[in-house]
């Protein structure tokens, strides 16, 4: 499995911090499942990814494709 599929990107120090949308992950921090969708390029792994950064909470990461769109190979 690659190393990207499992690891959260890097933030740069030109990161934007959208201050809102982190504060809305914040706010539902409770919750056990946190799903963030958009299309390609709208910047969701980067906010997640700083909001992990910041926060310090315990995560695991999973990045899917297309290609994953088989739940043998998931679960296995």
């Given at each position: 499995?690659?190393?990207?599929?499992?690891?959260r990107?890097?933030?740069?120090?030109?990161?934007?911090?959208?201050?809102?949308?982190v504060e809305?992950?914040?706010k539902?921090?409770h919750?056990?499942l946190?799903?963030?969708?958009?299309?390609a390029?709208?910047?969701?792994?980067?906010?997640?990814?700083?909001?992990?950064?910041?926060?310090k909470?315990?995560?695991?990461?999973?990045?899917?494709?297309?290609?994953?769109?088989?739940?043998?190979?998931?679960?296995?």
């Open positions: 499995m690659l190393f990207t599929k499992l690891h990107p890097p933030v740069s120090r030109e990161h934007v911090y959208r201050t809102h949308l809305l992950l914040e539902n921090i919750k056990p946190t799903l963030v969708s958009a299309g390029g709208y910047g969701k792994s980067m906010l997640v990814s700083s909001w992990l950064e910041k926060s909470i315990p995560y695991a990461w999973v990045s899917l494709s297309d290609e994953d769109n088989d739940l043998r190979l998931f679960i296995d």
